[in-house]
Structures are given as structure tokens and as C-alpha cells.
């Protein structure tokens, strides 16, 4: 391909930045027309399940859902009432859910933050700013496990997010009923404010009906924020309070490292959270000496690609407001990445703001201090972190980010330099334009980022763009990157650096009248990456067709085609062997399939295959495998499987890798929980054992036992061993 001369590029990117511009903003809110009226409760609440206090045969309630799916055009079939109160500490809810013919309930397990579609579950949505962008969400399933997040981008909920708040379930022969109290120290939300938006979802997985109180466009998810109705107060809610929470934990851990022989080491340690409201919708976190030993270990995988594998935050501190450090540019270009810190030294302390200024203002600022560690040279560092949002139009906004990584007191020496060198600073500046119609129909985002370090002075700017429609039938996206060959973020996830890149994406749906065939049709994507020159280096092309059918199974067939010249020496098993040479060029074709079964079903599975061409004429097969069963509601068995078989030229030849990992989850309650997550991984030549015991004796109060071992496969001998006894409690001041 001849090069594309340089003014083409800034044509690009000024039709894109236009069209982000021009696109309509109806201001008027979809359905501002659906008001729930509440009122301060005339008597105690007791949070039992039992609708029999007096307040409840008062307060408003609302009902008449409409159907989401399987098809946005009708109300629903399944009855769900909804009421609400308040008093002076909490906000109320009770729920009744009927049930329409025979069968039983569906949960997977009494676990916290449940699969959606695969448990009976019911969900409130709540935009306290009525911003139609952020908010919180809470919820239960059928059997009384709870449901919380904070809410993002208009419609994503942070299910890592984790709160204090009581529920209760309690299950009859026609319908379930969910009552809850989440206190107003929980949630954040604006002084004064008599009208906050919100919305109500039910999943029942018998009718295969998802519906809501306020209507959604079936092809938005029930939580998307710009269409909520209103919940309309009869005062204001009661002004916030000084609200303190400190959060102390002990610990005891022992471990030992087989391959070196050396002794067991045994720690105990203390450490401190404390969460300080500032106001009705500011929050200062502060943290000293933090362990994260108690989160659930990741989902591993086999990694064929030249890239970076990215796996999500799941740490508590990290997590609220989150959206506004993690989620600023796209998914493979992100200037802050909160798993950088920790990752590879201890944290010594932290402090992290975040929360609303105003209705229009958002801040977070962040900074937090790791230690110095001396096996590898590595100096202490301090992450700095500040990001500033501001609200445009309806639901869009500009944002503002600014990345500090510093060495601290860092002058490497000679024998320092052996193990290791470090950058003295590495900085980012960056600004984005996110665009979100009033009826979420249009979408989009234009981003530039710019670093700073001592090694790099030109090639260091990264902007990009994308606009995405997305009708009941229609799904049209475009989208390009430009990331210079010296931008750097180190403190962020940037996989790739040095391209260009084209993403275009087409998908029409079509609706059968009747049939087992809920709708179908063909989807287009394609990622085109070239060089800073617009040199082509290399292009995927996937042409694919999505049939879903009215039991919720789905499956895609599609057909690939991938050409790849290496920008660098590759290993295409990622082993350790040879490595292809820089320069070279692979073309190769793919066909494939992936099913995912019936949700409603006690016994759950999902499969999928590719087969096709790889690199340096060789071939790749793929099959992933899960099945699951479930004892509701107290046990979850789930295998997870994937096979990939290389045939490649030497010196690679024939090569096999497993991954296997079954799970089990026990759930003897809502609030003691016992998992145990077993991992085979062949290309690592690894078996990893992760048990963890989790009671939770007290609201957002927790004693962890975590057990991890680590094996060689052949002969079966450990590596690693580790015991962690873990204890918090959550002190309101």
C-alpha cells in the first residue's frame, strides 16, 4: 500500500472530532414523564421480609413494568410491585416479585455480586444527580444474595464496589419479596435535592423476561441511566452527617518457598483504612500499610499474543469513583492503571479523594507511596494521580488527567544498574471529549495524551477517537488510534506503541414474528493497524453471524482473516523458544464458532472453537469448554477448559497447551462463603490452588482464611505455599 501522505491523517481526525460535535442533544429526559412519590415512614422498619409494619401499607408504590426482552414493545408478563420510604438514617424498599407458572426459582449461589442473567434477580437503579451518568445500584437474587455497585459511563456498574447496607429475601409459593435499608452514609448524593433519578429491573428467567419500571430500548441494558424515571421526595433527604469510617485489620501469614529450600516465614501485621465524607458527594480515602491478600486470585489464560495480557483492579481501595482514573482513554491505551501500583513493591501508604464538586464538577486526586525493594534495586516511588471531569450538554463531559510517577531519592549505582534500571519520572497529560446523547443512541470519545520522561522527547503524543450508533437494528462504529513510537505510560496499560489504527464495526439485527428465534444477523469489525508512516502492518477482518433465540442461548459462527508483518522478534508458542524473525510476513484464515446454553438450567454450558492458519505457515486450534452445575442454592461446580494445539515448522514443531480450572463455590449463607479455584496451566508449567473462607459476621465486616499453593504438574511437587488469616471490621465514628 502507497503511503498515505500526512494531511490525510489530520483530515481523519477532524471529521471525527466533528461528528462528535454536530450530533443532536435533545436536552428533555426520556422518560421524565414515570415519578414515584416517597414519603418519611410513619413507623419503625424492621428488615425481615415481612411486609407487616404500618409504614409499608402507606408508602407509594409502583408497578405496570415493561418488557425489555425478549422484545421492547409490550408490558410485562411477570408482576412486580414496588415500594419505597425513608427516615432519618435509611432509604426503604420492599419489593414483591411474582412468579408466573411452575418451576423453581433460578440463583446460582448465595454469593455477593451475582451473574445477572443467571440468577432471578431484582435490581434498583439511582442517579442521585440525576446526571444520567453516574449513580449506585443494589440489588438481590431470588434466595436473598446481594447485589452492589457504583455505577460509570452512563449505564456500566463497578460490581467490585462493596458497601454498608441489610436485605432480606424470604420466598413464598407465588412470588418472593426483598426488603432492604441502605443508609444515606452509603450513597452519595446532592444537598437539598428533592428529585433523583432511578429505575427497577427484574430478571425472571422462567418467562425469559427482563423488563424495568421506565422503559428501555432493548437494546441498551436495563441499567443504562438516561432512561430512569424520577423519585420524587416530599422534602429533601436529611442533610449528610459527618461521616467517618475507619476500617482496621490484623493479620497472620506464613509461607514458604520449596524451590529455594528456605525456611518458613511467618508475619503477622496491622494496617488501617478510614473513608472521611467531605460534604454530601466527596469522599477521602486514606490507607496505611494495605494488604490485599483476601481478593480473589485471576482468571488465568493462555496467552498466544504478542501482547500484554490487561486483568481488571479488584481492590477495594481503588474502587469507588473508580471511572475517573481507570477508565480515561480506551481499553488499550490507558494512562493510569491502578494494578501498576503494588505490582511489584509494597504499599506503604495512600490517600485518594474522589466524588463530585458540584452537579457539573467531578474530582479525583490520588497519591499513593511504595517502598523500595532491594533484591531488585527497585527505589521507593510515589504515584500521583488527578483528574478532573466537567459536565457539557446533557449527559456528556470533558475530562482532564494528570499521571505522576516518581523514583524517590533515586541515584542508581553501578551494582544497582546490574539488576536493574529505573526512571527517574515519568509523566502524562491527557484530555478527552465523551459524548452521550440524551437517548443514548449516539456515543463517542475524543482523547489526547502527551508524556514526559527523561529518555524521550519526540513521538511521545497519543490521540484518538471513536462514534458509535446503536439502534434497535443497527450497531454502526468507527474508530481510530494514533499512539507515537516514544509514548509511555508507566504507570498505565499501553500495550502497543508506534500505530495507527482503524476499527470500523457494522451489526444488523433482524426479529422473526415467531419461532424459536428471538432475532439474527451478520456483524462486520475490523482492526487495520499501520505504521506512524500509514505504512500497513497489519489487518484482522472477522465477518461473523449472531443468532439468539428467546431461551436466552446464543451462538455466532464467523470466518477470520489475519495478516501480521512483525514489527519484532516473536516467539508464536510464548515458551521460550526461537523467535520469528522482525520483518516477516504471516497471512493466515480462521473459522470458528462459540454457543453459550440456556441460563435457566441447572446444568449451564458454553463452547467454542477456531481453526485456521497461524504464523510461519503453520496452523492453530482452538476449543474453549465451561460447564457448571448448580445445587441451589448452596453449591456452584464450574469447569473451565481450553485446548490450543500448534503445528509449526522447527524449531517449535507440535505444541499442546491445557488450561484447567474448576471451581467450586459453597455458599452456606449470604454471608459465609467457601471457594475453592484449582488452575492447570500448561504454558507455565504451573498448577495454582486458591482456597478462601469468607464470613461475613458484620455489614462490609470480614474474616478471610486464604490457603494458595503452587505445583509442578510432572512429578507433582510444590513450589509454593501460603496461609493467610485475615480479619477487618468496618467502625462507623
Known amino acids: 500500500m502507497a503511503p498515505v501522505k500526512p494531511p490525510a491523517l489530520k483530515h481523519l481526525i477532524a471529521v471525527c472530532i466533528f461528528s462528535l460535535a454536530v450530533v443532536v442533544l435533545p436536552a428533555q429526559k426520556k422518560n421524565a414523564a414515570f415519578e414515584m412519590n416517597i414519603h418519611r415512614s410513619t413507623s419503625a422498619i424492621s428488615i425481615d421480609g415481612n411486609a407487616n409494619e404500618p409504614a409499608w401499607q402507606t408508602a407509594s408504590t409502583v408497578s405496570d413494568f415493561y418488557m425489555i426482552l425478549p422484545m421492547d414493545t409490550s408490558k410485562a408478563q411477570v408482576r412486580t410491585d414496588v415500594s419505597m420510604t425513608y427516615d432519618s438514617t435509611n432509604l426503604y424498599m420492599l419489593v414483591t416479585c411474582f412468579n ?27 442517579d442521585p444527580f440525576e446526571d444520567q451518568t453516574t449513580g449506585f445500584s443494589f440489588g438481590a437474587n431470588a434466595f436473598g444474595a446481594q447485589w452492589d455497585g457504583t455505577m460509570y459511563e452512563g449505564g456500566k456498574v463497578d460490581l467490585n464496589w462493596d458497601n454498608k447496607w441489610v436485605s432480606a429475601v424470604k420466598n413464598y409459593s407465588d412470588r418472593w419479596v426483598f426488603e432492604a435499608a441502605i443508609p444515606f452514609k452509603t450513597i452519595r448524593y446532592k444537598k437539598n435535592a428533592t428529585r433523583w433519578g432511578i429505575n427497577f429491573s427484574r430478571n425472571d428467567l422462567k418467562t425469559t423476561e427482563k423488563s424495568s419500571w421506565a422503559p428501555v430500548p432493548r437494546q441498551f441494558p436495563s441499567a443504562a441511566l438516561a432512561y430512569t424515571g424520577t423519585l420524587v421526595w416530599d422534602e429533601p433527604p436529611p442533610a449528610p452527617r459527618s461521616n467517618i469510617s475507619v476500617i482496621p485489620y490484623v493479620l497472620a501469614s506464613a509461607a514458604k518457598n520449596y524451590n529455594t529450600g528456605a525456611k518458613t516465614n511467618t508475619n503477622t501485621d496491622v494496617g488501617v483504612d478510614a473513608k472521611i465524607s467531605l460534604g454530601s458527594a466527596l469522599n477521602l480515602d486514606l490507607t496505611v500499610n494495605p494488604d490485599f491478600s483476601q481478593v480473589e486470585v485471576d482468571k488465568q489464560v493462555t496467552n498466544l499474543s504478542r501482547f500484554e495480557l490487561f486483568f481488571p483492579e479488584r481492590r477495594q481501595f481503588f474502587l469507588e469513583n473508580g471511572d475517573l482514573f481507570a477508565n480515561f482513554g480506551y481499553a488499550d491505551i490507558r494512562p493510569f492503571f491502578s494494578r501498576r501500583i503494588g505490582l511489584t513493591a509494597p504499599i506503604n501508604a ?19 507511596r511504595t517502598g523500595s525493594v532491594g ?84 513521538g511521545t503524543v497519543t490521540h484518538a477517537a471513536h462514534l458509535q450508533y446503536s439502534s434497535r437494528r443497527w450497531l454502526v462504529m468507527g474508530q481510530y488510534q494514533y499512539v507515537g513510537k516514544n509514548y509511555n505510560a508507566e504507570a498505565g496499560y499501553v500495550p502497543r506503541r508506534g500505530y495507527i489504527k482503524l476499527n470500523p464495526q457494522v451489526a444488523y439485527f433482524m426479529f422473526p414474528k415467531g419461532g424459536p428465534i428471538l432475532s439474527h444477523g451478520p456483524q462486520y469489525l475490523a482492526n487495520w493497524y499501520y505504521n506512524t508512516s500509514f505504512r500497513s502492518t497489519d489487518h484482522q477482518n472477522t465477518l461473523s453471524y449472531l443468532v439468539t433465540f428467546r431461551r436466552k442461548n446464543t451462538l455466532n459462527v464467523l470466518a477470520q482473516h489475519d495478516f501480521v508483518q512483525l514489527l519484532n522478534p516473536f516467539d508464536p508458542t510464548n515458551s521460550g523458544k526461537d ?81 484447567v480450572g474448576p471451581r467450586i463455590d459453597v455458599t452456606f449463607t449470604n454471608k459465609i462463603f467457601f471457594t475453592t479455584y484449582v488452575q492447570y496451566n500448561q504454558q507455565q508449567d504451573n498448577i495454582n490452588i486458591n482456597t478462601r473462607f469468607q464470613w461475613r459476621y458484620k455489614p462490609a465486616s470480614d474474616l478471610f482464611l486464604v490457603y494458595t499453593d503452587n505445583y509442578f504438574p510432572a512429578p507433582v511437587a510444590v513450589k509454593t505455599r501460603a496461609f493467610v488469616l485475615k480479619f477487618n471490621y468496618w467502625w462507623n465514628i
Not at 628 to 647: C, D, E, H, K, W
Open 100 to 126: 408466573v407458572g411452575k418451576g423453581p426459582l433460578m440463583v446460582e449461589s448465595l454469593r455477593r455480586d451475582f451473574n445477572f442473567g443467571k440468577n432471578d434477580n431484582f435490581l434498583v437503579f439511582i
Open 350 to 368: 495512600g490517600a485518594r479523594l474522589s466524588g463530585k464538586l458540584d452537579k457539573n464538577w467531578r474530582i479525583g486526586l490520588m497519591d499513593m
Open 375 to 458: 533484591e531488585t534495586a527497585l527505589p521507593a516511588q510515589n504515584f500521583a494521580v488527578l483528574s478532573l471531569q466537567r459536565k457539557l450538554f446533557k449527559r456528556s463531559n470533558i475530562g482532564f488527567i494528570y499521571v505522576d510517577k516518581s523514583s524517590i531519592n533515586y541515584h542508581p549505582s553501578a551494582q544497582d544498574s546490574a539488576k536493574g534500571v529505573y526512571s527517574a519520572y515519568n509523566r502524562n497529560l491527557g484530555l478527552e471529549y465523551n459524548l452521550a446523547s440524551s437517548n443514548n443512541l449516539w456515543n463517542g470519545k475524543a482523547l489526547f495524551l502527551k508524556s514526559f520522561n527523561p529518555f524521550a522527547t519526540t
Open 579 to 659: 523467535s520469528l524473525l522482525t520483518g516477516s510476513r504471516h497471512s493466515f484464515n480462521t473459522i470458528g464458532f462459540d454457543y453459550i446454553s440456556e441460563p435457566q438450567q441447572l446444568l449451564t454450558y458454553a463452547a467454542g472453537m477456531r481453526y485456521g492458519g497461524y504464523y510461519a505457515d503453520g496452523w492453530l486450534f482452538t476449543s474453549t469448554a465451561e460447564v457448571g452445575y448448580r445445587f441451589q442454592p448452596f453449591v456452584n461446580i464450574t469447569m473451565n477448559a481450553s485446548y490450543n494445539r500448534l503445528a509449526l515448522p522447527q524449531p517449535w514443531n507440535k505444541r499442546e497447551f491445557w488450561l
